[in-house]
């Protein structure tokens, strides 16, 4: 059975710049992992240099949306698609991410979908799930 995600991500005013279903592996071992490597592996700036290769720079929030969305989708058809703000928690996820760009960068967030989460107050830092769910094993 799929463990399905959505991943919002939002500029430093807290507007959704994208939101990213994946339909499989979304679970945070797995796709948790996957975005928090490469929101790491790069650094944001302000203009890219001639150095800037894919997932090495971000140039602003927007700039590593594009690159996340293509460094999870690859060359393979389905699993990972684009959709609206609005149906982020609506489309059956088990999980839910945010990346949400401030000053220094980025901040990468999760929570297990359910009913009765609250979309304000449930989140938490990827590191601590992580750990959570690793001490579970």
Known sequence: MATRASIAITN?????VACIYHHYDGNPDCLGVTIK?????GKFVNGL????EMGTQFNGVEDFA???????KGTAPGMVYLETASNFGELGEN???R???HSEGAS????????MMDFEDDWEDINVVLERETSKK
């Open 37 to 41: 490597e490469f929101l790491e592996g």
């Open 66 to 72: 594009a690159q996340l969305l293509i460094h999870l």
């Open 108 to 115: 990468l967030e999760c929570i297990s979908n359910h009913p």
């Open 12 to 16: 430093m005013m807290d507007e959704p």
């Open 95 to 97: 999980w839910l991410y």
């Open 99 to 101: 990346v949400m760009a």
């Open 49 to 52: 240099t001639k150095e800037a």
